[in-house]
């Protein structure tokens, strides 16, 4: 029997869980658009909704597409009559901290500072010549990977730009860089930054090669001539320094460019690992739901703003209706309550003989009621109430009981429209004595007592709250 039982209660389970419905909202951050879902078992799309309403109970997910984690955060705030939930928005301040650094300027190289090539001989001369040329193309490229480093975090901080078009607008800033050794971006990003990293740090140990060289040549040049006239001691020591400060220029620069490289396949990296949508699961109970999206500069994007201002960027609400669900509530009601041939007043008339009145009015009633009904619509629904009754009127007496079909008008201030079956008291006679007998007692109130019987009632209420 045990097992039986527990059989029952998975197939109830099982049963309970396939019944429940799903269902997708998705709201487009570039473009505004909001979409209306039903999702099969597999959570699949199987039908576009127009004016949706949901299924109370049912699973809704709210997905939120193109809205760029770098630049915005999502702060949500879901309202209903009987929940109210507050979630935060996601936040990637933690993914991308330090990354703020990166946006410094990058270091160039002067090339004005080579010496004087007259200083060398002939052979080194035109080193010299070459040297400048490496300068220039070095430079060319810090240029290049500062270019690249400001496409990127200018996309990054955004809220306008989706996934594809930064790393597209990125790749085309590589392209940008002409180089027989560099590999191709678009095939794969990040050999090219490996390729790009290399010829730097090759062209950097070429150049400085140069620069040991010219200064190893000045160093001969000063064994071969003893003596050496003060201009020209002048311009060889100038010539030193400024190999010596073009040695160091450089291997910032190498190491500057380098880090930039590193930060690049970073946030890149990141980049490629990061969602643009986000997705909330909700569970609506409730008849409406309004589920206000407050879109705000993100912490990494304000740790780039000069105003140090959190900005609000857009604020969006998603409503959501819901249908079916039972609801049970109260009322005050007036009804007219009859009991029809069952409600008389005895009497003896002057011959001794006992008579009755037939009570087939309606009797006005101050009632209490509590309506249950399924929930067809928001403003029209037929379901059911049962109540007590008190009559108004001074000669009636009792509390009544009530119940039957009822329609109900309006959403929170409902109107009810009910009638079914009353069952109060009436009066009967007792001891035997009948209708029509002749007696000889003066006082038949001694002889009836109060007896509950059936009737009929209609009746109009308004209701108070709701139970459930």
């Known amino acids: 029997m045990k097992k039986l039982y527990t059989i029952l209660l998975c197939s109830c389970t099982a049963i309970g869980i396939h019944a429940q419905e799903k269902y997708r909202v998705t709201y487009d951050y570039s473009t505004e658009e909001i979409g209306y879902y039903h999702l099969d078992k597999y959570n699949k799309v199987d039908d576009t909704l127009a004016k949706p309403r949901f299924k109370k109970n049912s699973l809704v997910e709210v997905k939120l597409t193109n809205v ?23 936040n990637f301040g933690s993914l991308l901290g330090g990354i703020s650094s990166f946006t410094g300027g990058g270091l160039q190289m002067n090339v004005d500072n080579l010496p004087d090539q007259g200083l060398f001989s002939e052979g080194f ?3 010299g010549e070459g040297l400048s040329n490496k300068f220039t193309e070095l430079n060319s490229l810090s240029s290049n990977v500062d270019a690249i480093k400001s496409t990127l975090m200018s996309n990054l901080l955004n809220p306008n730009m989706n996934k594809e078009a930064i790393m597209n607008n990125v790749k085309q800033a590589a392209n940008q860089v002409s180089d027989a050794r560099l590999s191709d971006p678009n095939a794969n ?9 290399q010829v730097v740090k090759e062209d950097s140990q070429d150049i400085a090669s140069d620069i040991n060289a010219l200064s190893k040549d000045l160093d001969n040049q000063a064994i071969t001539k003893t003596e050496l006239s003060r201009g020209e001691l002048h311009a ?12 160091k220029s450089i291997n910032e620069s190498s190491m500057q460019t380098s880090q930039n490289i590193n930060k690049i396949k970073e946030l890149y990296t990141t980049l490629e690992a ?12 409730a008849d409406k739901v309004n589920i206000e999206l407050k879109f705000v500069q993100s ?16 604020e969006r ?16 009601a007036l009804t007219l309550n009859n009991f029809g041939d069952n409600s008389k007043d005895f009497y003896i008339d002057e011959d001794g003989y006992i008579g009755e009145d037939i009570n087939d009015n309606f009797a006005p009633n101050l009632s209490t009621m509590i309506n249950f009904y399924p929930v067809l619509g928001e403003n029209f629904n037929v379901g059911g109430s049962f109540g007590l009754s008190i009559p108004i009127t001074n000669d009636l007496k009792g509390v009544n009981f009530l119940l039957g079909p009822s329609f109900f008008i309006g959403s929170k201030n409902r109107l009810a429209f009910s009638g079914g079956v009353a069952y109060g008291p009436v009066n009967k006679l007792t001891n035997g004595l009948e209708v029509g007998e002749q007696t000889e007692i003066f006082d038949i109130d001694n002889y009836t007592k109060s007896v509950y019987d059936f009737g009929y009632y209609f009746g ?3 209701s108070l709250f709701d139970i459930k």
């Open 236 to 247: 060889q020591n100038t010539a030193y320094s400024d190999l010596k400060n073009l040695l």
């Open 317 to 332: 609400n998603l409503k959501l209706f819901s249908k079916g669900g039972f609801k049970i509530n109260t009322s005050i």
């Open 299 to 314: 912490e990494f994007a304000d740790e780039n703003d000069l105003d140090n201002e959190q900005n609000t960027l857009k």
């Open 189 to 197: 990003f990040y050999m090219f930054l490996a390729s790009l990293d």
């Open 460 to 462: 109009i209420s308004f």
């Open 68 to 90: 760029n984690p770098f630049a915005v955060d999502i702060v949500t705030d879901v309202k209903e009559e009987e929940i109210h939930e507050t979630s935060g928005g996601f």
């Open 274 to 285: 990061s969602s643009f949508e986000q997705t909330y699961d909700y569970l609506i109970e």
């Open 125 to 127: 001369a035109s080193r």
